[in-house]
């Protein structure tokens, strides 16, 4: 079923979602105060709104409370991003997820009550860091503060060797919770089968231990 989304703020970043989204054919209201925003998604969104979304009366007449998701992506203007995170969960818009600028701006917005709070560039720049360590490591995704997933190819030192041998929860503190081979995902691996080229694993722990692991075997 689709869902219904809108999306305030057409800058780099809700402008990139709301194109995606678009093109993987859901209806999305695109929302900007600037008019020149707006005609440029004129023929990209289902529907397009020119408003100011600290303006709780027009965000009435939209009827933005009818949406399923609403994203925030307004940028430098921390203020206006706050003020209309405050408008839709007092209107208990059903999922809203907003886009924060620095760590209190996040921690404004988690107090406010709003579903997800999103940090692209500093969530970038941690994921790329760790790519820049070892290639191997696909992908890092932050679970807390102090915990993470990440998604590593199977370096020299695991191939042909199986969980067991390699008792990494013992030696240290992960778990392997799924295993991919091109585009299949094992999410309950044997313990026995060895590693073979090519195989992903995706392993969850604390950072501390992720990082060990990270340099010893990846
Ligand atoms: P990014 O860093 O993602 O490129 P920008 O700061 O360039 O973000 O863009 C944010 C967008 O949000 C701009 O198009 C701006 O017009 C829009 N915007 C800012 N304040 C409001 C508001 N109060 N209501 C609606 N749109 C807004």
Do not use: W
């Not at 208990?92 to 600028?101: L, P, Y």
């Amino acid at each position: 079923m689709n869902k219904d989304f809108a999306v305030i703020g057409l800058g780099r970043f809700g402008g990139s979602i709301c194109r995606e989204l678009s093109k993987e054919g859901m209806h999305v209201l695109a929302i900007d105060s600037d008019e020149e925003r707006i005609n440029e998604y004129k023929n990209i969104a289902y529907h397009t709104v020119l408003a100011d979304s600290t303006d709780e009366d027009a965000l009435k007449q939209i009827g933005i409370s009818n949406f399923d998701h609403v994203v925030v992506a307004i940028g430098e203007n921390i203020q206006a991003s706050i003020l209309t995170a405050v408008i839709l969960t007092d209107m208990g818009v059903n999922k809203i997820t907003v886009k924060a600028q620095n760590d209190y701006h996040e921690k404004i917005l988690n107090k406010i009550g709003v579903h997800q709070v999103v940090h692209p560039e500093r969530d970038m720049g941690k994921r790329l860091a760790h790519n820049f360590i070892s290639s191997n490591i696909l992908d890092y995704l932050e679970l807390s503060d102090d915990h993470s997933i990440v998604e590593v190819k199977a370096g020299e030192k695991m191939i042909g060797k199986s969980l067991i041998e390699l008792d990494i929860r013992a030696n240290f503190g992960c778990n392997i919770v799924a295993i991919k081979k091109g585009h299949d995902i094992n999410v309950s691996p044997s313990a026995e089968q060895a590693l073979q080229e090519g195989d992903v694993l995706i392993v969850i722990g604390a950072d501390k231990d992720i990082t060990r692991f990270e340099r010893e075997l990846v």
